[in-house]
């Protein structure tokens, strides 16, 4: 049935979703693991057809997070698209706090490449120049 | 120190097709967005990681709905008809219908 396996999500992660909301005693069968992937799929393509015409009538070539967090609730999914517009304000959290944190990193790379010399009297200790990241994550 | 937050794995893994803390492939997940339509034409690159919850939530719920059916037939084992019933029964999934009727 399934020619292309590269058009739908993969069988073992669908099923793994499955598997981690059921009861531990509870069993899935192949095929209905193949309509949940065939489902998910759909969901997808749905979803992001709704998306894209909104981009399409306002003229935007770039489907973003907001447009899928639109997409839901116009298509009567309100309850994903508020866990989702959640999810996407923590995820663009994070990329900020990760792009200030690398900002950091750089402004701290240290000049010190001679150990002798002793202009930049940071009081740093020399093992330091080495890998300021490194230093940032112990 | 690094603390790992709920999004360390996206911090080291991008969205280079690597799954991180998400549970199915951001790659796979833009390829199914890319062919939804001639119109996709870019796709931003928090896109695949919202499809990614999404999805998870969307395959959350059906699996759950399936199961009550699963349940009420008295069995342990989770069918394809269990999942036929519960989309027919979930006004949200109309645009499922189609899908599940045709095999």
């Keep these: 049935m399934v020619d292309e396996p590269d058009r739908l999500l993969p069988i073992a992660n669908v099923g793994r979703i499955m598997k981690q909301i059921l009861p531990p005693s509870a069993k899935i069968s192949k095929e209905a ?15 992001t057809g709704e ?41 663009r959290e994070a990329e900020r706090e990760k792009a200030s944190s690398r900002n950091k990193a750089t402004c701290r ?12 009297k940071s009081g740093q200790p020399p093992q330091q120049t080495e890998a300021p ?6 | 120190m690094r603390q790992a937050g709920a ?35 870019m796709i931003s690159g928090e896109a695949p990681i919202v499809f990614s919850k999404a999805c998870e939530l969307f395959i959350e719920e059906l699996t759950q709905r399936s199961w009550l059916v699963t ?23 109309d645009f499922l219908v189609n899908l599940v009727s045709e095999t």
Aim: glycine residues 8%; proline residues 2%.
């Design chain 1, 33 to 47: 693991k193949q309509t949940m992937q065939d489902c998910a799929t759909e969901f997808i393509s749905f979803v």
């Design chain 1, 51 to 91: 998306a894209s015409d909104k981009c399409h009538k306002e003229n935007r070539k770039t489907v973003n997070g907001d447009d899928i967090c639109w997409a839901l609730g116009a298509l009567g999914l309100d309850n994903y698209a508020e866990a989702i517009v959640r999810y996407l304000h923590k995820y």
């Design chain 1, 109 to 120: 790379s240290s000049p010190e490449k001679d150990e002798k010399s002793s202009e930049d």
């Design chain 1, 133 to 138: 990241t490194a230093r940032l994550a112990s």
């Design chain 2, 7 to 41: 999004y360390s794995g996206i911090l080291c893994g991008g969205i280079s097709g690597r799954t991180g803390p998400h549970l199915l492939p951001l790659a796979r997940i833009k390829k199914i967005m890319k062919k939804s339509g001639d119109d996709v034409k």
């Design chain 2, 71 to 93: 349940m009420q037939g008295k069995r342990r084992t989770l069918n394809k008809e269990d999942v036929t019933s519960a989309v027919l029964a979930t006004d949200i999934f």
